[in-house]
């Protein structure tokens, strides 16, 4: 796959999956922007690791969870490396403690909704006008898996329904960017967690997860699966949800 010469900005991208499709994508010959909230020197040590690997490469603060730091991110984004071509939300606040939704405060909720649908949306808008201009543009969104199927979540009201919402948009946008070359997708990752990450897959080959009953998930598994999404052979799969899950389902086993 070649995507020497394309420019992508992947948020929250300092450590985790964020850091994983970076990586892979630089591989591919794409120019990143690294985009962190307070893992600085992750981040700029993220970015020398890419330039590294022979493409351009730069680290830009914002918290995706704040509209103005959204317009600033965007506009440094685009600075850096003369446009986006690809733009990938990785980003997103989670609150792993299992609450009743009566419990969450009025501040949780708005930077719930803020993250993970709100700020997704103003970023798009923001960087939509360029690909527009030069025909071609990839949107990758993340939920989580079986978010297409806007089952109750118990103990994630919040988070759940800014993913799910999330899930129409991404549908919606996808029909009204076609005519444009853009396409509009979102990646659904199963339950990955901690340094799997940031894991390869050859790293946990010979581990068994016992809930799946097969290998863990590792962050490149959610990274092949967004490079396949940004192919520019990948222009007729658009308005998708595409889970990476290993069949486990995050509702069914949480509930």
């Not at 300092?14 to 630089?26: F, I």
């Not at 079986?146 to 800014?162: D, F, I, N, T």
């Not at 290998?215 to 949800?241: M, Q, W, Y």
Request: hydrophobic share 40%; aromatic share 6%; proline share 4%.
């Amino acid at each position: 796959m070649e995507l020497k010469g394309r420019r992508a900005l992947i948020t929250g991208s300092a450590k985790g999956l964020g850091k994983r499709t970076a990586q892979l994508l630089a591989d591919a010959g794409c120019d990143v922007v690294v985009n962190y909230v307070t893992s600085r020197a992750e981040a700029e040590a993220l970015a020398e690791d890419l330039r590294g690997r022979g493409v351009r490469s730069a680290a830009v603060q914002a918290d995706v969870a704040d509209p103005k730091q959204v317009e600033r991110l965007a506009e440094e984004a685009e600075r850096l490396l003369g446009g986006i071509d690809i733009l990938i939300n990785n980003a997103g606040p989670f609150i792993r403690e299992r609450r009743l939704f009566a419990d969450y405060t009025p501040e949780e909720i708005i930077g719930l909704v803020n993250g993970n649908l709100l700020g997704v949306m103003l970023l798009d808008r923001l960087l939509l006008p360029e690909m527009r201009r030069r025909r071609w543009g990839r949107i990758i969104h993340f939920g989580f898996g079986h978010a297409g199927e806007s089952r109750a979540w118990p103990h994630r009201a919040v988070y759940a329904a800014a993913k799910t919402a999330l899930v129409s948009f991404t549908k919606t946008l996808a029909v009204e960017e076609a005519a444009h070359g853009i396409t509009v997708n979102m990646i659904c990752p199963g339950d990955i967690r901690g340094a799997n990450k940031e894991k390869s897959i050859d790293d946990v080959r010979n581990e068994i997860d016992p809930e799946t009953h097969r290998r863990p998930g590792t962050g490149e598994d959610v990274a092949r699966a967004i490079l396949f999404l940004c192919d520019p052979k990948s222009d007729f799969i658009t308005g998708n949800l595409l889970d990476v899950t290993g069949g486990f389902d995050p509702i069914r086993n949480t509930v």
